[in-house]
């Protein structure tokens, strides 16, 4: 049996939807569609219902994803094995493939996977940018094998998160906005902010779904007294630091990713209650074996991150 088609079958099972599938496994929905029928058809069984709103396992079906899954988990395995026997002198080789959100992509991982480069040259790293749920997604599917979440709680029953770091946040604005005013000294409203005050400032911040963003849009538009704060969300934190720079609002976002701009003096820090710091988690599933090439990315990831 083609294990493409359990791969399908599986990711278009957690997701519940041909064309989230689809977009995952970088396949046309007709491609998705074909490959669940043809396995449907090998084993005799209708894995699916097909409903308005996408697609719902049958009791078949989740009997056959169980096995599916243990039978990509030995694919895994297999290949890896095939790959660190094919290595001279016990060298650690293999494909690790990595998700994060588009924070720790840009300020951290290039890092990471430079370094790895340097001490394991054959391992090849995929990184995708996602966040938490489509990155547990596909953790259970067996798409990812390790995930970083900026997630402070994170219980999943099959996804297995070990608090990696603590990533600083910082309320920024550009140094003409008179929210910088603050922290001049000479200034005569030099006193911090307090979150009534700052609930009526403009905001712009990454999109719906980044968990730092989200819990400050809750605490300002609790702060709020009178008319809510006009907030921008961005799928792009380069959106998000371009307006800002621009003097058009205040922005949170984690330090690293705006080092380079309060350096230059393009961005400055405003003064105001502090905003706790987001946890940095490690996820991979309970029962997937961790490959060599997933390990050597685990160890180095610490190092690149503040303790």
């Not at 094995?81 to 991982?109: D, M």
């Not at 094998?145 to 219980?155: I, W």
């Not at 005569?188 to 700052?198: C, G, I, N, V």
Request: a neutral charge; one cysteine or more; hydrophobic letters at 45%.
């Amino acid at each position: 049996m083609d294990t493409r088609l359990l791969r399908t079958f599986a990711t278009v099972a957690r997701t519940e939807s041909v064309t989230a599938a689809a977009e995952r496994l970088h396949l046309v929905q007709s491609t998705v569609t074909a490959q669940v029928q043809t396995l449907e058809k090998e084993l005799g069984l209708r894995l699916f219902d097909r409903m308005p709103r996408g697609v719902v396992l049958t009791g078949a079906g989740r009997e056959v994803l169980a096995q599916a899954e243990a039978v990509l988990e030995a694919e895994s395995r297999l290949r890896a094995v095939a790959a660190s026997a094919g290595g001279a002198g016990g060298r650690v080789t293999g494909r690790v493939t990595l998700s994060a959100g588009e924070t720790l992509v840009s300020a951290r991982l290039p890092g990471v996977i430079a370094a790895l480069r340097r001490s394991h040259p054959e391992v090849e790293v995929d990184l995708r940018t996602m966040g938490t749920a489509a990155a547990v997604a596909a953790l259970r599917t067996g798409e990812l094998d390790v995930a970083l979440l900026l997630e402070d709680e994170a219980a999943f029953r099959d996804i297995e998160c070990t608090p990696l770091a603590r990533e600083p946040l910082v309320l920024v604005c550009a140094p003409e906005h008179p929210a910088a005013a603050r922290s001049a000294t000479d200034s005569p409203t030099d006193s911090p902010a307090d979150w009534a005050e700052l609930a009526r400032e403009d905001y712009f911040l990454h999109e719906q779904g980044c968990s730092y963003s989200d819990r400050f849009v809750e605490r300002l538009l609790t702060a709020a007294k009178g008319a809510p704060p006009r907030i921008t969300r961005f799928g792009s934190l380069e959106a998000a630091r371009s307006c800002v720079a621009a003097g058009l609002g205040l922005s949170l976002l984690a330090r690293a990713n705006v080092a380079d701009a309060l350096a230059a003096g393009r961005l400055t820090e405003v003064p105001g209650p502090r905003f706790p710091d987001v946890t940095v988690q490690l996820a991979r599933h309970r029962r997937r074996w961790l490959s060599p090439a997933a390990a050597a990315l685990t160890t180095e990831l610490p190092r690149h991150f503040p303790h």
